[in-house]
C-alpha cells in the first residue's frame, strides 16, 4: 500500500514544502493577510467584494468603517437597513426629512 502523500524513493515534497514555509514564516501561518484599515495580521480574514473590487478585513468591524454610508444629515454610520433617495443615506426618515425628503418613511 502507498503512503500519503505519495512519495518518491522516501522524499515527500509536501514535507519539504512544509518544513521551508515554517522556516521562512518563523512560525507564522504563511497565510495570513493583513486588514486594510487597522493592518492587523490575521489568519482568519474575511473578504469582501464591494462594486467588483475586493477588500479583506480581519472584523466587522473594520469592514463596517470601511464600507457602511454615513448618514447625510447626522452623520451617523449605518449599519442598518437606513433610508436612501436618490443616491443620498440617511440613518432614519426624520434625517431625510431634516434633508428635505418629503416621502421617507422608517421601515417597520
Keep these: 500500500m502507498g503512503s500519503f502523500p505519495p512519495s518518491r524513493g522516501g522524499f515527500c515534497p509536501l514535507l519539504l514544502f512544509s518544513c521551508f514555509a515554517f522556516i521562512v514564516s518563523k512560525g507564522k501561518d504563511l497565510f495570513m493577510a493583513k486588514c486594510e484599515v487597522c493592518g492587523n495580521e490575521y489568519d482568519k480574514v474575511m473578504e469582501i467584494t464591494w462594486e467588483g473590487e475586493k477588500h479583506v478585513f480581519d472584523s466587522f468591524e473594520c469592514a463596517i468603517k470601511a464600507l457602511a454610508p454615513k448618514c447625510e444629515h447626522c452623520g451617523v454610520t449605518i449599519i442598518g437597513h437606513g433610508v436612501e433617495s436618490d ?18 418613511v422608517d421601515r417597520a
Design 87 to 104: 443616491s443620498s443615506f440617511f440613518c432614519c426618515a426624520h434625517c431625510a426629512h431634516e434633508e428635505g425628503v418629503t416621502a421617507a
